[in-house]
């Protein structure tokens, strides 16, 4: 079976990322994976749910109307078990609508700076939503990566929170981790794993 996955996003490195774990799923199931960039008129999609679901199936299923094409959207974020879930869903305004990366890091050790190392236990998380507008199915896969919060920035190979985000069983932060490790443990990675295995037994049955 074919079909072309229509992925929410302009993002080259995730498009390619996502067409690793997708774009073959066995000899039966094969996507054509496209991005947004084929779609460059459609206007921007409001991430105004209160949790990675609710963003992630809200863009699929905008875009998957807008297109008629099988869509994939994703949302994730940080999640710091000592501010009861936030940032969350505002990880990328955390500190503000135009808020940069530095901006979000050093807000949020602003909020952990006399908080001691083990309550400061965080997960990041990324929600994976996929719908077929044939037959109006909606999926949704989960990925999450722990760790804790150092409140000194450490590495160059990361983006976000990665500097701050120390994961134990490797002793470094995310943005220390070379990008193959990384992106075997990440959260995207859980993710896409678990999608995976949801599109194999679904669109086997069709073949």
Request: proline share 4%; net charge negative.
């Amino acid at each position: 079976m074919y079909r072309k996955l229509l992925v929410a996003s302009g993002n080259k490195g995730k498009i390619r990322e996502i067409k690793e774990y997708l774009g073959n799923l066995d000899e039966m199931v094969f996507f054509e994976i496209i991005g947004l960039s084929q779609y460059p008129d459609l206007p921007d999609v409001e991430e105004d749910g209160d949790t990675f679901t609710a963003n992630a199936l809200k863009k699929a299923r905008k875009r998957a109307e807008e297109t008629g094409l099988l869509t994939l959207a994703d949302d994730s974020g940080l999640v710091v078990d000592y501010l009861e879930g936030a940032p969350g869903v505002f990880s990328a305004r955390y500190a503000g609508e135009n808020a940069t990366d530095e901006d979000n890091n050093k807000k949020l050790i602003d909020e952990l700076k006399d908080i001691p190392l083990d309550r400061r236990t965080a997960h990041f998380t990324c929600v994976l939503a996929v719908v077929d507008p044939e037959t109006g199915e909606e999926m949704v896969a989960k990925g999450i990566c722990e760790g804790v919060i150092e409140l000194e920035p450490q590495g160059e190979n990361g983006f976000g929170y990665d500097p701050l985000f120390f994961v134990p069983e490797y002793n470094s932060t995310m943005a220390q981790l070379p990008l193959e490790v990384k992106n075997k443990i990440s959260h995207r990675a859980e993710a896409l794993k678990k999608m995976k295995e949801i599109l194999k037994e679904r669109y086997r049955e069709l073949v």
